[in-house]
């Protein structure tokens, strides 16, 4: 018997009472968002990653975006109010969120960060997106992750 791997993103969704469809696929090694939905056989533009930021003045936001775009740094920052914002760099992923890069999860940071979704996550019923490891993804409503964590939607991709 095989004991079912629980990441904390399924234990926050599951204490909020919160109804989740868990995915996992094999892939170790560095996979992209693109190679994560095919592996799930899920179509490319319901199936969001996670992406932090910083501003120049060291405010950080997270942004969620289809895996086969690409976040418009212009527009992101607009949506935040921010005149420029960058990419937080790789080696500070895991101090900060508490994430390994291909395994960050918007739900369960060691803070709460503004979050903003692209603004199609509207089209679908449910999306999907990191469930806090490798490996595992998490498939929910909109409206349902912004039980979790507050979400706004916007225009940002390029």
């Not at 056989?41 to 910083?54: C, E, P, S, W, Y």
């Not at 490996?135 to 909109?142: I, K, N, R, T, W």
Request: proline content about 4%; overall charge positive.
């Amino acid at each position: 018997m095989t004991k079912e791997i629980k990441t904390n993103v399924m234990r926050i969704l599951e204490q909020e009472h919160i109804p989740y469809t868990a995915h996992s696929y094999v892939g170790a090694g560095v996979i992209n968002g693109v190679e994560v939905a095919c592996a799930l056989n899920q179509d490319i533009n319901r199936v969001f990653k996670t992406l932090v930021t910083v501003s120049k003045s060291k405010r950080y936001y997270v942004f969620m975006i289809p895996v086969a775009t690409v976040l418009d740094l212009k527009k992101a920052a607009r949506s935040v109010g921010e005149k420029a914002i960058e990419m937080l760099p790789m080696k500070e992923l895991l101090h900060l969120t508490g994430y390994v890069h291909g395994g960050c999860s918007p739900i369960g940071m060691k803070k709460l960060f503004p979050t903003v979704i692209h603004q199609t996550a509207v089209d679908f019923d449910t999306i999907i997106f990191s469930g806090g490891k490798i490996g595992y993804q998490v498939e929910l409503s909109l409206a349902a992750l912004k039980q979790v964590i507050p979400v706004e939607l916007a225009d940002l991709i390029e």
